[in-house]
């Protein structure tokens, strides 16, 4: 069992900027892959960013060079700061978590107006 809390999203102007923080908690060691994918409407889930343990980090190549993922003060939180926003970054965002299988967030919109 892992439980996510999620915060950030909301609406942001195309080219602003916008954070969104997780933090997991459970039965979970800190060998755990995190990191977040997104769901638009009518659209399958993708990759937005990952982040290893030692800090290897993964990007979709639809955000790559605009957002950055990191891990929080404790080895158990991810953030995600994501620049230069467009509308086609409109999605519902889910925080991740893979150790033997993968766990997802509850998900935290962001909408990007044109």
């Known amino acids: 069992q892992v439980n996510f809390v999620e915060s950030g999203g909301g609406l942001v102007q195309a080219g602003g900027s916008c954070r969104l923080s997780?933090?997991?908690?459970?039965?979970?060691?800190?060998?755990?892959?995190m990191g977040w994918y997104r769901q638009a409407p009518g659209k399958q889930r993708e990759l937005v960013a990952l982040?290893?343990?030692?800090?290897?980090?993964t990007y979709g190549d639809s955000v790559k060079g605009r957002f950055v993922i990191s891990r929080g003060a404790a080895w158990n939180t991810v953030d995600l700061q994501m620049n230069s926003l467009e509308p086609e970054d409109t999605a519902v965002y889910y925080c991740?978590?893979?150790?033997?299988?993968?766990?997802w967030g509850q998900g935290t919109q962001v909408t990007v107006s044109s």
């Open positions: 991740y978590l893979y150790e033997d299988h993968p766990y």
């Open positions: 997780c933090g997991a908690s459970g039965d979970i060691l800190n060998s755990a892959v």
């Open positions: 982040i290893a343990p030692r800090g290897t980090t």
